[in-house]
Every structure is written in structure tokens, then in C-alpha cells.
């Protein structure tokens, strides 16, 4: 008999014949290995496209929803990991038929608590949540940085879980995909903003900056171990990073903040990764853009919901590509198709020329899960219409 990853491969085979044939790999660089939160493609410039990318991406608990499986097992069992993932690639190829690449590629993530789980933190599961932090910071007085270590890449945290889920999904796909094992993605000040608290590392930063800054240079020295734990384990190079930086923002970190407890540390992450791939905040990040644009190699940058995409364009030009990310109530689930229509016009306005995608992501259940999925076809519809590029719009 054959075994249901068995029958969902012959599915992701056909699929990824269907888009070599539909040329969807086209639009998009050549991808690295990573293994970032959900597929993000860096978008090749608008100037040789007929169509701008344009990517569906629900929230886990969404798609528990929509493939009716359970989150908390999704992050505990590899083989529910596997099938979902398999699963989620075949709906979002037949249903929402966006510009997506299916690979023979299953990358491990296993949620936002990761990298602070490698130093104590706890991850708290909630059926029908993504996984989420407990809220006890581990740093409560400042002398507490000075027990803490650099985590074991076996045994620190979620690490046990990291190496079974890579053993056994290795072993259930037969060699038949390339599994990419987890990666510190989680910027330094995110760890330093989790492992210190929200208020008392904001109050450091006025009060105390020496000691925000030796907990920066933990954080960041601790990544650097990690990752060279990591290719040495893997018999690889080490790899170009990833910085996910939600806690990057205004007015969280003033410009004059960011430069001075943030960009050191991004600057030597990205000389030590050899670039980074991806910077990435959902926040307010146009005043921060001048300091940002200083990280030396740089690929993708995300623009939020709330960032003024002019002012990022003012300041990085064509120099990196763009993640447009919509607002997923406002732009998509609870939009009107003149709605819809007129955030796109009004995306195409100020990125054309550049190399960009457009992303509906962070999609959760609004009102329903068959008329959220319908929202969804009816958004791919209208962006498959306004963001098709014409001959004569080519620069």
C-alpha cells in the first residue's frame, strides 16, 4: 500500500511540472538554502517580468483550519510536520495558484520562541495559536546576564526537538527532499528584548546603555557560536543570514537607538554570514531606513503594513529587492474589490522600477474558514490583474 507521504510526493511532483512549464521560477533569483519562517522568494526586477510575484501565505493556525490538523502536533511530531507542510504546498498551488515555488525542500521552523528557548526561555503551545514565549523574563536583575551561557546545540531548548525533527523527517522522505535544519533567524535585539523584558530593556537603554550593550554583545557572540555549531554540524559552509526584527520599530527604538544598540550588531552579523538575505520588520521601520541601509549587503528588505513604502524607496533605491506585505484584515479579508484594487495601484506606484513582491500573509481565521478562502481567490484575481505588467510599462 502506498503511504500517504508516498501519495503526496507523487502530487508535489506533478505540481512542480506544472509550474517548470508555467515558468513561475522565473520570477524569482535562484534561492539558498534557508529555512525562514514560511517560502519568501527574492523577486527578480520588474523590468524583465510580465507580472509582479505575488505570494498566499495563512498563519499555522489557519491552515490547521483549512487541512484540519492540530498545531500543537504540527511542532511535536515530525510526520505531522512533514504531511501538513507536503499538504500546505499542494493546496496553495491548486486553490490559491500564486506565484509560490514548490521545491523538494522541507524546511524546519519551529515557531518565533527558538532562539530564546535556547536560553531558558519557555515555549507555550495552545491549540489553535502559534507557538508563543512565556512572558517571565530570564534577565530580572542585571547580574543575572553573567550566569548565563552559550547554548549547547544539542541540548539547550528546543535543539532536541531541532535534531528529531531533522532525523526523522529525514528518514520519511528517503532522501527525496532536501531537509534544511533550523536557523537562528531572530535579529539580537528581538533575543535581548525577550530575554531582558520589553520595559526593563527600554528603561536600560536610558539608564544603563553599558549594559545593554554587553547584553548586545552576549546575544550577538552567542549567535555567531550557534551558527558555527550549526555548518559544523551540517558539513557546511557557513551560511548568508536572515535578521526577523519585529521588535525593530517606531517608535519602540528611536533612530539614534537603533544606531547605536542595534546596527553594530546587524553590521557584524551580516560581515560574519558573509550578507544577509533578509531584513525583516512588521513595524514601523521609515525612520530607521537611513540606519538600516548601512548593513553593507543586504538582498531583501520587508516594507509592513505601516511603513511608508516612499520613504523606503527614497532611501535604498534599487538596491535591494522589496517584500511588500499587505495588511491581512485591511487589505485582504475585510477588503472590498475596490479596495483591493486601489492597495495595489497604490503599491505599483511607488515600486515599480524596482524589484518587488507582493505578500498576503499573517492571514488568520476572520469569520470563517470557506469564506476567508474566498476572500483569499478573490484577492489572487484582482492582483493577478493589477499587478500584470504591460510592454509598455517596462522601463
Known amino acids: 500500500m502506498i503511504s500517504t507521504i508516498a501519495k503526496l510526493d507523487e502530487k508535489i511532483e506533478e505540481l512542480i511540472e506544472q509550474q517548470r512549464l508555467s515558468g513561475i521560477a522565473n520570477y524569482w533569483e535562484p534561492q539558498e538554502y534557508t529555512a525562514k519562517d514560511h517560502w519568501r522568494g527574492i523577486p527578480r526586477h520588474s523590468k524583465v517580468l510580465d507580472m509582479i510575484p505575488f505570494t498566499v501565505e495563512p498563519e499555522i493556525p489557519m491552515w490547521a483550519a483549512i487541512l484540519n490538523f492540530s498545531?500543537?502536533?504540527?511542532?511535536?511530531?515530525?510526520?505531522?510536520?512533514?504531511?501538513?507542510?507536503?499538504?500546505?504546498?499542494?493546496?496553495?498551488?491548486?486553490?490559491?495558484?500564486?506565484?509560490?515555488?514548490?521545491?523538494?525542500?522541507?524546511?524546519?521552523?519551529?515557531?518565533?520562541?527558538?532562539?530564546?528557548?535556547?536560553?531558558?526561555?519557555?515555549?507555550?503551545?495552545?491549540?489553535?495559536?502559534?507557538?508563543?514565549?512565556?512572558?517571565?523574563?530570564?534577565?530580572?536583575?542585571?547580574?543575572?546576564?553573567?550566569?548565563?551561557?552559550?547554548?549547547?546545540?544539542y541540548k539547550s531548548g528546543l535543539m532536541p526537538t531541532a535534531h528529531y525533527f531533522y532525523e526523522v523527517i529525514g528518514e520519511l522522505t528517503e532522501g527525496k527532499y532536501t531537509?534544511?535544519?533550523?536557523?537562528?533567524?531572530?535579529?539580537?535585539?528581538?533575543?535581548?528584548?525577550?530575554?531582558?523584558?520589553?520595559?526593563?530593556?527600554?528603561?536600560?537603554?536610558?539608564?544603563?546603555?553599558?549594559?545593554?550593550?554587553?547584553?548586545?554583545?552576549?546575544?550577538?557572540?552567542?549567535?555567531?557560536?550557534?551558527?558555527?555549531?550549526?555548518?559544523?554540524?551540517?558539513?557546511?559552509?557557513?551560511?548568508?543570514?536572515?535578521?526577523?526584527?519585529?521588535?525593530?520599530?517606531?517608535?519602540?527604538?528611536?533612530?539614534?537607538?537603533?544606531?547605536?544598540?542595534?546596527?553594530?550588531?546587524?553590521?557584524?552579523?551580516?560581515?560574519?554570514?558573509?550578507?544577509?538575505?533578509?531584513?525583516?520588520?512588521?513595524?514601523?521601520?521609515?525612520?530607521?531606513?537611513?540606519?538600516?541601509s548601512r548593513i553593507p549587503y543586504l538582498e531583501m528588505l520587508h516594507i509592513g503594513p505601516w511603513t511608508d513604502m516612499k520613504e523606503v524607496r527614497r532611501v535604498f533605491g534599487e538596491r535591494v529587492a522589496y517584500e511588500k506585505c499587505l495588511m491581512p484584515t485591511e487589505d485582504v479579508q475585510m477588503a472590498t474589490e475596490e479596495e483591493m484594487e486601489k492597495k495595489l495601484e497604490e503599491i505599483r506606484g511607488v515600486l515599480d522600477g524596482t524589484a518587488y513582491t507582493v505578500r498576503a500573509d499573517g492571514l488568520q481565521i476572520v469569520s470563517s474558514v470557506d469564506r476567508d478562502i474566498e476572500k483569499v481567490i478573490k484577492w489572487v484575481t484582482i492582483a493577478r490583474k493589477k499587478l500584470k505588467i504591460e510592454k509598455g510599462e517596462r522601463g
Open 71 to 153: 498545531v500543537k502536533e504540527f511542532y511535536s511530531i515530525p510526520r505531522v510536520y512533514l504531511e501538513n507542510t507536503l499538504k500546505m504546498m499542494i493546496y496553495r498551488a491548486e486553490k490559491f495558484q500564486d506565484f509560490t515555488c514548490i521545491e523538494k525542500t522541507i524546511p524546519i521552523w519551529l515557531g518565533a520562541p527558538f532562539e530564546e528557548s535556547l536560553f531558558g526561555s519557555k515555549q507555550v503551545l495552545v491549540e489553535g495559536a502559534s507557538p508563543w514565549l512565556d512572558r517571565e523574563p530570564l534577565i530580572k536583575k542585571q547580574e543575572d546576564l553573567d550566569r548565563l551561557e552559550f547554548p549547547d546545540f
Open 179 to 292: 531537509v534544511v535544519f533550523p536557523e537562528w533567524g531572530r535579529g539580537p535585539f528581538g533575543v535581548a528584548f525577550h530575554l531582558r523584558g520589553f520595559d526593563n530593556l527600554l528603561i536600560d537603554m536610558l539608564v544603563n546603555p553599558d549594559f545593554v550593550h554587553r547584553l548586545m554583545r552576549f546575544v550577538t557572540d552567542a549567535r555567531k557560536h550557534w551558527v558555527s555549531e550549526r555548518a559544523k554540524f551540517l558539513g557546511r559552509k557557513i551560511d548568508k543570514g536572515n535578521l526577523y526584527n519585529d521588535e525593530v520599530n517606531c517608535p519602540t527604538l528611536s533612530p539614534e537607538q537603533y544606531k547605536e544598540f542595534v546596527l553594530p550588531y546587524e553590521i557584524e552579523l551580516c560581515n560574519f554570514h558573509g550578507g544577509i538575505v533578509y531584513w525583516h520588520s512588521c513595524g514601523d521601520i521609515a525612520n530607521l531606513a537611513e540606519g538600516i
